[in-house]
Nanobody, 115 residues
Framework: QVQLVESGGGLVQPGGSLRLSCAASGFTVSSYSMNWFRQAPGKEREWVAVISSVGGITNDATSVKGRFTISRDNAKNTVSLQMNSLKPEDTAVYYC????????WGQGTQVTVSS
């Protein structure tokens, strides 16, 4: 049974950092491309970053480029999102996503950037 469980969200001041983690079960993260998405209040869910299955090639949205880094730990079967230089506009619920025969989503973790 495929499951994705996010953790690591919280309240942080502008300019601060957070590290989100997505624990996967029922499949191997290194065999699939994995994504992070986010959804701010009143807005549509938007893609944030991806790490490919082959080669671990990464890409991220223009809005987070240079500040966020997606990575994968094959031994722990987790995908992480390191978020630095956080801005109030990064406030959102962050979701881990993978397409394993169909789209799977975690329950989300809240990130709030505020002074």
């Amino acid at each position: 049974q495929v499951q994705l469980v996010e953790s690591g969200g919280g309240l942080v001041q502008p300019g601060g950092s957070l590290r989100l983690s997505c624990a996967a079960s029922g499949f191997t993260v290194s065999s699939y491309s994995m994504n992070w998405f986010r959804q701010a209040p009143g807005k549509e869910r938007e893609w944030v970053a991806v790490i490919s299955s082959v080669g671990g090639i990464t890409n991220d949205a223009t809005s987070v480029k240079g500040r966020f880094t997606i990575s994968r730990d094959n031994a722990k079967n987790t995908v992480s999102l390191q978020m630095n230089s956080l801005k109030p506009e990064d406030t959102a619920v962050y979701y881990c996503n993978g397409f394993i025969k169909r789209n799977y989503w975690g329950q989300g973790t809240q990130v709030t950037v505020s002074s």
